[in-house]
């Protein structure tokens, strides 16, 4: 399906916003890095010479879905270091969330890691209970906010962190962070590897298809994959992760580590794959596709920004979605 992108409204004050950028400047990537199967596109964004930037992909067997073409690394670690939600204005709170969550399985004392810890509102709490804290952040301006309040924060990568580092720890956090990095399932595992026995790993995810829009999802180049437990399944049964508490929405997921393997079988309704069709759903309720088909014009909305869009022709296929600009470069969403 082809839509033709006429006009992009972002909100007032929005802390997103819309970069040009060169389809050279791309790399392929189209294998699943959890399955080593090859990926198929679902998404691109072209300029008027057919000439691709960011494409997304989806893994037939694992479900899984992330960039299949994206700027480089070197790209986003600089843009994560310098640029990350450069535009939102944010205080310093204690944030007691992660730890209620947490609160029926934890143990009274250890060592807890937030990854992406951001300003360190969710640390604080652990400290306040005389946790051992420790954060990791990309961003220097927050990572050096959240080192006034937490003595053991480093700036840098959550992989770099837990390959060079010589501790254990009683819980790990990703709060919304493996959707943010190029490869979930490796920096998954080190993260396994770095918990003590019985320790616990924490993770939000957003997920594409619940309460998203589509057509954001697929510009939003800091966002590298759309993850479910379906995915994570062999990885889990390597590193001897146990789901002992999940919620759909929000997409969290608790896990245990567990080395006598006494509770390694999920429950199916919490791993369910990923299909094309559900993908297919999204996208027709997401882009107003009976709107298109009828008008040739349409516009979809999502969090006060609105995407105005045109078809060039009869949309029969609905999958991969090409968003098309007259433009020579190719636009990608940042925050």
């Not at 916003?17 to 791309?26: F, G, V």
């Not at 060592?111 to 306040?128: S, Y």
Request: contains cysteine.
């Amino acid at each position: 399906m082809k839509l033709l992108v006429t006009k992009w409204d972002l909100g007032v004050g929005d802390h997103l916003w819309l970069e040009d950028s060169q389809p050279s400047d791309y790399i392929d990537n189209v294998v699943c890095e959890g399955c080593r199967a090859e990926m198929v596109p679902i998404s691109q964004i072209e300029n008027s010479h057919g000439a691709i930037g960011l494409r997304t992909g989806y893994c037939p067997t694992c479900g899984y879905i992330k960039r299949i073409r994206n700027l480089p690394l070197d790209w986003y670690k600089e843009h994560f270091s310098k640029r990350w939600l450069k535009r939102r204005e944010e205080d310093v709170v204690e944030n007691i969330y992660l730890f209620e969550r947490l609160k029926p399985y934890i143990k009274p004392k250890g060592a807890v890691l937030d990854i992406g810890c951001g300003l360190g509102e969710m640390l604080l709490a652990f400290k306040h209970l005389n946790y051992d804290t420790y954060g990791v952040e990309p961003s220097e301006e927050r990572g050096g906010k959240a080192q006034k309040y937490i003595k053991n924060v480093m700036i840098g990568t959550g992989e770099k962190y837990l390959e060079t580092c010589s501790r254990k720890f009683d819980v790990i956090s990703f709060f919304n962070v493996l959707q943010f990095v190029s490869d979930p399932f490796y920096l998954l595992g080190l993260a396994a590897d770095k918990l003590n026995d019985g320790g616990l790993i924490f993770m939000k995810i957003g997920l594409f298809h619940k309460k998203n829009s589509f057509c954001q999802f697929s510009h939003l180049g800091v966002i590298h994959s759309s993850l479910s437990l379906y995915t994570f399944q062999m990885l889990l049964k390597e590193k001897q992760l146990v789901p002992i508490a999940y919620s759909e929405y929000p997409h969290e997921i608790i896990l245990k580590k567990d080395t006598d393997g006494s509770a390694l079988d999920t429950p199916n309704k919490i791993v369910e794959k990923m299909e094309i069709k559900d993908i297919e759903n999204h996208v027709g309720n997401s882009l107003n596709i009976k709107w298109l088909r009828l008008f040739k014009r349409g516009s979809c909305k999502f969090h006060g920004r609105t995407v105005y869009l045109k078809s060039t022709h009869t949309i029969r296929q609905m999958l991969p979605v090409r968003f098309v600009y007259n433009t020579s470069s190719v636009p990608i969403l940042l925050k």
